[in-house]
């Protein structure tokens, strides 16, 4: 047995978590916007749902409102606190698991739909493919993969002329200081939006869809092929 101590440490960034997930207890649109995309997602009563990187749990909650069986999973104990209280105070039972993208557990082929947002980031990339393959074995073959996150919509040679607007972006759009921007590119691990999906199809997902809407978001819709369907 490998003792796993190249294995990536997914808690580094823990000394933020409370000032983190005090910035997500606040109350906006969040379900709304949650339960249009559980409904584009044609989640169902039953189903077997997963959302990782899951924050303060709102759309962990939406889903589990809908009937499904929720497992909420997020590495910051601060986070899922929050998304604990959030659920019961709208009587949904959700299921809550304090671990990563790297080591939640999971039985293979048993989720009808995965979603991670705004989460893949922390990780490095090498570390990202691993998190995807991960994502990818639990799913049940024909099951969606719903991610969306914070990559850059840009070619190389275009960064250093990108990255100011990037910023100018989304402050103005997002209400983000030039600092958090500035932290986030310094600091954080969002790649290219072409690589990401390299990753995704090198995995075995097939995509169904692909939106860069914003300069520094990505939505991807991915499903994993049934046995004998081309990837
Ligand atoms: C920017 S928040 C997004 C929360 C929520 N998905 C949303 O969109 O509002 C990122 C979340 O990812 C969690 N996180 C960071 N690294 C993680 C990892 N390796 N595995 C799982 N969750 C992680 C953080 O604790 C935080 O709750």
């Not at 009563?45 to 709102?58: F, K």
């Not at 972006?169 to 932290?183: A, L």
């Not at 097939?206 to 004998?228: E, F, M, N, W």
Request: aromatic share 10%; hydrophobic share 40%.
């Amino acid at each position: 047995m490998l003792a796993r101590d190249w294995y990536y440490t997914q808690r580094r960034r823990l000394g933020l978590d409370s000032a983190v997930a005090s910035i997500y207890d606040r109350h906006d649109d969040s379900d709304l916007r949650a339960r249009a995309a559980l409904k584009m997602l044609g989640v169902q009563r039953g189903w077997r749902v997963a959302d990782i990187g899951c924050g303060n749990g709102v759309l962990a909650t939406e889903a589990a409102l809908i009937g499904a069986e929720v497992d909420a999973i997020d590495i910051s104990p601060a986070m899922l606190a929050l998304a604990d209280i959030y659920a019961r105070d709208r009587k949904a039972v959700v299921r809550t698991q304090p671990a990563g993208l790297l080591s939640f557990a999971y039985e293979p082929n048993s989720y009808d739909l995965i979603v991670s947002e705004f989460t893949l980031h922390h990780l490095p990339d090498f570390w990202k493919a691993v998190a995807l393959s991960r994502i990818y074995n639990a799913l049940k073959p024909g099951a969606n993969f719903y991610l969306r996150d914070i990559v850059f919509v840009s070619m190389p040679d275009g960064t250093e002329r990108d990255v100011e607007g990037w910023a100018d972006f989304s402050i103005k759009n997002h209400d983000f200081d030039r600092d958090s921007v500035v932290t986030h590119m310094r600091d954080e691990y969002s790649t290219f939006g072409w690589v990401i999906e390299r990753m995704l199809t090198d995995v075995g997902f097939q995509i169904v869809s692909v939106d860069y809407h914003a300069p520094l978001h990505g939505t991807y819709l991915l499903r994993k092929p049934k046995a004998g369907e081309q990837s």
